[in-house]
């Protein structure tokens, strides 16, 4: 497999889209703001504002226009332990970086909440109370009109590990099955982790050397200290402590692997800074950056990818013979119908013509799940199949396609309608990309005015404005068609309007107006407000 990072960064805008080809296909597409905060990963100083009982959860202020959520489920095993430290820090100044990383460290003398696990029936009141200090890290971004979600238990991602600083233990990626390679991870990392923290070791860590692992592992924790540095000094709270890496660093450490060809980027600023981070974390690929400098062909244009997302991000989706997906997004769930449209060559009513478009639409859903990263809840229309045996196939299909997916998700084999359940974690708002823009003349609403009543509404409002008494002229606005109508002829439709009503009337044509509309204005070149 081939892949390609292709960054389009718009300094002016402060957006940076970035788009992941694998084979030249478009499967991952991400958009981020340079000036935007809130980012998954960053961590912040919260104040408690209100602790829910009938929720088990709590509402956090960490800046952001709507509180964010933090679940009792989100709370670390070592949360009072953490509460104490946040306590002590904000109380009384902590002198020098070596105690204030110690303070933070558990050990058995200063662990207050040394159990692995918190109590299944726990209530959250029990540990948070209004206007509380609280170390919190956004594991949800915010969408819709919902805050960011949190949890307090912190870690921070590098290329080969995540390190957990109120944690103790060591686990090694599931997808690295070789024995004696995790054994070797492992006792790797027991040797060079400080006592009091935890590390997930990533898949990327496969046959690295102690060298480079320590290497990382002295950057993480550099990390963690600025982080606490900053507590320790501030004095206004909420506070962000720190940034998660930008989202195309992020996409780099997280899916770099030896597919990779090249990463084009058309900004000479996040050009250099790719291609520094890369030198710390992959030397030998650093060399595959590039830097876009074409003026006269977009970048995106250039690899074909503004074709791709036009094509797969509308609310329908072509994917085989003419079948296609409708794909539907509301606040609650996600929707996905797959129709067969008119190109199967079978009758749609044959079980044999349902299974094939239905086996066909299973990897063009895996690539949009991805493609969009939807998350929460989806439930997916297939073709009704009769055959219990199909449908067994069609799930197994599915599991196979997403067993590829990083992200945590659930699939619920088809019931006998035909419906798939899956259930997908949420970083995050899906990404959406308009295809189309408003229609002009309804503006989106799907219902125009009676083209029959348009010359009644436009006499009956000069009709008022000559009633009226407060102008000496007007302006009519409409569409060039309508402007014409009143216009045509020595007795022209305005003539007679004038000549009955004593308002002096200009019309004039407006290309841009959609048929139906009409504006008047006065001598001032005003709009006159009915």
Not at 397 to 422: C, N, S, W
Request: hydrophobic residues 40%; proline residues 3%.
């Amino acid at each position: 497999m081939n892949s390609q990072l292709i960054i389009d960064a718009d300094p002016k805008s402060g957006r940076t889209n970035i788009a992941l080809l694998e084979d030249a296909q478009l499967v991952e597409y991400k958009t981020e703001n340079i000036n935007k905060g809130f980012a998954l990963g960053d961590i912040y100083v919260g104040v408690v504002t209100k602790v829910m009982q009938s929720l088990n959860a709590s509402f956090v202020d960490i800046g952001h226009k709507h509180q964010a959520f933090l679940h009792y489920n989100d709370l670390g095993p070592r949360v009072e332990f953490m509460l104490g430290c946040v306590k002590r820090v904000t109380k009384s100044k902590v002198k020098g970086k070596e105690q204030l990383l110690s303070l933070f460290t558990p050990t058995e003398g200063n662990d207050e909440g040394q159990s692995s696990k918190m109590p299944k029936d726990g209530r959250i009141g029990d540990y948070l109370k209004p206007g509380q200090l609280v170390l919190v890290q956004i594991a949800r971004e915010a969408y819709a009109n919902k805050g960011p979600s949190l949890t307090t238990d912190i870690s921070l991602a590098g290329r080969n590990m995540v390190l957990m600083p109120f944690a103790s233990a060591l686990k090694v990626s599931s997808r690295l099955r070789a024995p004696e390679e995790v054994k070797r991870l492992e006792r790797l990392m027991r040797s060079i982790l400080p006592p009091g923290f935890g590390a997930i070791v990533r898949t990327a860590a496969e046959g690295k050397t102690v060298e480079s692992l320590d290497s990382e592992l002295e950057e993480l924790l550099s990390r963690w200290q600025e982080a606490l540095e900053q507590l320790a000094a501030a004095s206004k709270f909420p506070l962000r402590l720190l940034s998660e890496l930008d989202r195309s660093s992020a996409l780099i450490r997280d899916n770099l692997n030896g597919s990779y060809s090249e990463i084009q980027v058309n900004d000479r600023d996040l050009y250099t800074q790719i291609r520094s981070y890369l030198s710390q974390i992959a030397p030998k690929s650093a060399d595959m950056v590039k830097l876009y400098s074409s003026k006269r062909v977009p970048i995106f244009d250039q690899y074909d990818v503004a074709k791709q997302m036009r094509k797969l991000l509308g609310r329908t989706v072509d994917f085989h013979k003419g079948s296609y997906l409708f794909i539907e997004h509301t606040e609650a769930l996600h929707v996905i119908d797959v129709n067969s449209g008119s190109g199967s060559k079978l009758a749609q009513s044959s079980e044999d013509s349902a299974f094939e478009v239905n086996y066909a639409a299973c990897e063009e859903i895996a690539r949009q799940l991805r493609l969009r990263d939807i998350g929460g809840i989806i439930v997916i229309d297939f073709i009704d199949m009769r055959a219990a045996e199909n449908r067994k196939k069609i799930y197994e299909r599915m599991r196979e396609l997403l067993a590829k997916d990083k992200v945590t998700h659930k699939i619920l084999p088809l019931t006998d309608f035909g419906l798939m359940q899956i259930t997908r974690q949420r970083h995050g708002p899906e990404q959406r990309v308009d295809v189309s823009e408003k229609c002009p003349s309804c503006n989106g609403t799907g219902k125009l005015n009676s083209a029959v009543t348009i010359e009644d509404d436009i006499v009956g409002a000069y009709r008022l404005l000559a009633e009226q008494k407060l102008y000496k002229s007007v302006e009519l606005r409409v569409h060039p068609f309508v402007a014409s109508y009143f216009t045509i002829g020595f007795f022209s439709r305005r003539r007679k309007l004038v000549q009955q009503y004593g308002l002096k009337l200009k019309v004039r044509g407006i290309s841009s107006y959609p048929v139906l509309t009409f504006k008047f204005f006065d001598e001032n070149g005003d709009e006159i407000m009915f």
